[in-house]
T-cell receptor, first 109, second 113 residues
Framework: RKEVEQDPGPFNVPEGATVAFNCTYS??????FFWYRQDCRKEPKLLMS???SGNEDGRFTAQLNRASQYISLLIRDSKLSDSATYLC??????????FGKGTTLSVSS | NAGVTQTPKFRILKIGQSMTLQCAQD?????MYWYRQDPGMGLKLIYY???????DKGEVPNGYNVSRSTTEDFPLRLELAAPSQTSVYFC????????????FGPGTRLTVL
């Protein structure tokens, strides 16, 4: 099982749609989790951390299921500007961050 | 506060040439990292540093060297460039641990022909 797995997509959705991305991780000792956003030909930037109780930032909601080793990101009311690649990032047992390959989202008008 | 800066933005090398990718941060972060990102692939850690004078290998260190003489700077050296080193290179930094939020520079696009 790969350390961090994501559906590569692409996810093509119209403006206003709700879209969800999933991510699974293999190391049950992982302790911290993040979603990063990467625009085309740009550097990754932190979108949000993922907390055990789940957390929300505007239109974005992140959830963690430790039992299933699963993280999700929900985007509501998609905007054209949400088009990007979303990277799932997991702390590998306190030693390093492991980056998933990313899920590509394309929002169209 | 510029954050993490990288130079050059683009570079084309011939096989066997050498070059240094520059990285600097002005956030007084202790930890710095070099990653490479190939098309459709995740970020792979090349080297990292936990402070001035201390560096360690990441997942894909072969063909690269680093040094950390100051807190601010973390250059990556490519010796004897090979086509397999064609990639986008990102430098990143974090404040207090390898699992903290990492802040990335804009990247260097390197092509080896």
């Amino acid at each position: 099982r790969k350390e961090v797995e994501q559906d590569p997509g692409p996810f093509n959705v119209p403006e206003g749609a709700t879209v969800a991305f999933n991510c699974t991780y293999s190391n049950s000792a992982s302790q911290s989790f993040f979603w990063y956003r990467q625009d085309c030909r740009k550097e990754p930037k932190l979108l949000m951390s993922v907390y055990s109780s789940g957390n929300e930032d505007g239109r974005f909601t992140a959830q963690l299921n430790r039992a299933s080793q699963y993280i999700s990101l929900l985007i509501r009311d998609s905007k054209l500007s949400d088009s990007a690649t979303y990277l799932c990032v997991v702390n590998q047992a306190g030693t390093a961050l492991i980056f998933g390959k990313g899920t590509t989202l394309s929002v169209s008008s | 506060n510029a954050g993490v800066t990288q130079t050059p933005k683009f570079r084309i090398l011939k096989i066997g040439q050498s070059m240094t990718l520059q990285c600097a941060q002005d956030m007084n972060h202790n930890y710095m990292y070099w990653y490479r990102q190939d098309p459709g692939m995740g970020l792979k850690l090349i080297y990292y540093s936990v402070g001035a004078g201390i560096t360690d290998k990441g997942e894909v260190p072969n063909g690269y060297n680093v040094s950390r003489s100051t807190t601010e700077d973390f250059p990556l050296r490519l010796e004897l460039a090979a086509p397999s080193q064609t990639s986008v290179y990102f430098c990143a930094s974090s404040y207090s641990s390898r699992t903290d939020t990492q802040y990335f520079g804009p990247g260097t696009r390197l092509t080896v022909l």
